[in-house]
């Protein structure tokens, strides 16, 4: 198996697992990740963390199989690469990328999808496809736009530089940069905190934020869609089991309903 899955309390840890291709995807991986995500999804984890084993967190496509000139890049893109990052975006729990070392084209796309991530500070993270005469994929233009504005996407794109993760996240394409023997730790940590919390109430956010990122949602729109969420939330055993701790100066406990 190049994609592993351990699921312990409400956390899934997923890892990319081909060390010695630098968790390069192929056909294969891409199908493992799409079976993994199935799992966690039928498990209803309440938060999801992946990772790179090894030197770095993804590569990128693993390039040995490929056939320049003969493939059919978008058919290719469309079926096997592209669905696990949807996956990745629409997944119904919170979700963060622990990433370290290389993190390129599909990798960047993995990691970008999540909704936090943390990345060590020498963490390499960009777009390497000028070097091979094609075109930023995985999801990386909307990323790159959306965080760090169309002038600097051009530039990585143009110039294909690689940011450090300290850069990344002095740019705001990623969350948060540390030493790298400290963003596993740190991402566990976050996520289990996050994994017990009011993850219903989460999700409501989750879903409101990709619909202001796909449909350009304004004011007036997400005041709309806040309140009928806040309605959903009002609902839960959550935002009941939150509002009588509060009134009783106590820690609330969540189970995610």
């Not at 309440?46 to 320049?68: E, S």
């Not at 304004?218 to 701790?245: F, M, P, W």
Request: hydrophobic share 45%.
């Amino acid at each position: 198996m190049s994609v592993d899955l351990t699921i312990t309390g409400a956390l899934a840890e997923i890892v990319l697992n081909r060390p010695d291709k630098l968790n390069a995807v192929n056909e294969a991986m891409a199908a493992e990740l799409d079976a993994v995500f199935d799992r966690a999804e039928r498990a209803q984890v309440r938060a999801m963390l992946i990772r790179g084993a090894g030197a770095g967190f993804c590569a990128g496509r693993d390039l040995a199989d490929a056939d320049p000139g003969n493939e059919d890049a978008e058919e290719i893109l469309e079926r096997i690469f592209n669905p696990p990052i949807k996956r990745l975006a629409i997944f119904p729990a919170p979700t963060f990328a622990a990433v370290h070392g290389a993190c390129l084209g599909v990798g960047l796309g993995l990691a970008l999808a999540c909704d936090v991530v943390y990345i060590a500070d020498d963490a390499k993270i960009g777009s390497p496809f000028a070097r091979i005469g094609a075109v930023l994929d995985s999801g990386g233009h909307s990323f790159f736009v959306n965080r760090i504005g169309s002038h600097r996407a051009l530039e990585l794109i143009y110039t294909g530089r690689l940011l450090s993760g300290a850069e990344a996240a002095a740019w705001g394409l990623v969350n948060q940069s540390m030493p790298s023997d400290k963003v596993l730790e740190y991402s566990r940590t976050v996520a289990t905190r996050v994994a017990a919390g009011p993850t219903a109430a989460f999700l409501e956010s989750k879903r409101l934020v990709r619909r202001i990122d796909e449909e350009g949602l304004g004011l007036l729109a997400v005041l709309k869609c806040e309140a009928r969420a806040q309605g959903a939330a009002g609902r839960t055993s959550d935002y009941k089991e939150g509002i009588r701790a509060f009134q009783q100066k106590r820690a609330p406990k969540f189970n995610g309903k």
